[in-house]
């Protein structure tokens, strides 16, 4: 049986729970757009997106990741601004900015797991990625409002790196962790 599967991270509740007020105030200021808003519950940050995968090609995947999530420490994040992909003139989706507090060890962790990914047989992401923490999908056109009163200032530590699962229904998206591989100290 396949499932579908990504690699990242995930969030501290409490900041999962700060989210929540972001996420209630930006759906006000955008009423008369079409947005698929994400349960701040479900918010994450996207490694790799894999999608469906057999038992044999998710054990590979498993293997890089605890080869490579044991060569690095812990990493201090912080919360960005409001953005949207790919602009704010025609926005697909909205997301707010992710910061590394000390280097750029989190890109370093990213780009190798894709590198790795490539050797056994992925496609590489043709885009730049950029640590973002998606909140809503919009669903058709029109311009939107980024404009909150407060965005969330919470710093959060990433002290592992996960394989999940995504299980799809009528009622909206299951986030299962397959395996978590826990950061450096």
Known sequence: MKRRLFIAINLPEEVKRQLS?????????????????????????????????????????????????????????????LGAFPNLTSPR????????????????????????LEQIGFEPERRRWQSHLTLGRVKGGGKVNLAVKEIPQATFEIKSVELMESRLSQAGPEYIVVKSFPLKP
């Open 21 to 81: 007020p972001l996420i209630l105030a930006l759906a006000k200021l955008n009423r008369r757009v079409v947005i698929k808003w994400v349960k701040s519950e479900l918010i994450h940050l996207t490694f790799h997106f894999l999608g469906y995968l057999d038992q044999i090609r998710e054990e590979k995947i498993l293997e890089i990741i605890a080869k490579i999530s044991q060569n690095y420490h812990q990493i201090n994040i912080k919360l960005g601004g």
């Open 93 to 116: 989706v909205i997301f707010l900015e992710c910061h590394e507090i000390d280097g750029n060890v989190m890109t370093s962790l990213q780009k190798e797991i894709g590198k790795e």
